[in-house]
């Protein structure tokens, strides 16, 4: 992993909460001890930002063999599952909802159903 300066903003618990106890990526049940404050973006390519709109929870077997790529590229090339929205509900949480469309040509953006749906 990069050598980025962990998040100040959140607490491990806050982001833990925002998905819901479960891996960001693999949804598996989350506790203090196997899970992994992971980012979301890139830090080797798109500098290190510690945002926290970045943090997510992740389990360390996960977080492990993201490395350096991004959750987008993670998901879609490693899990082999349509990537997850990572925008945040009303109510505080992530989204997760499955995202297929790239909104942009060489930029791992992927739009989600429920933004699909009201354009
Ligand atoms: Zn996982
Ligand atoms: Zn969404």
């Known amino acids: 992993m990069t050598a980025c300066k962990p998040f ?3 607490t491990t618990e806050e982001v833990m909460k925002a998905c819901r106890n479960e891996c960001f990526y693999c949804l598996k049940r989350l506790n203090q001890n ?8 890139n830090n080797k390519r798109e500098r ?3 945002d926290e709109k970045y943090a997510v929870a992740s389990c360390k077997e996960c ?3 993201k490395g350096d790529m991004t959750a987008y590229e993670f998901q879609d090339k490693v899990l082999q599952v349509a990537p997850r929205c990572q ?3 009303r109510d505080g949480y992530r989204c997760k909802k499955p995202v297929m469309e790239r909104r942009r040509r060489n930029h791992s953006e992927f739009v989600c159903p429920k933004d699909k749906q009201t354009r």
């Open 48 to 50: 290190c930002s510690n």
């Open 34 to 41: 196997n899970t992994i404050i992971d980012h979301t973006n």
């Open 63 to 65: 977080s492990k063999k």
């Open 8 to 10: 100040t903003s959140k």
């Open 87 to 89: 925008e945040f509900t």
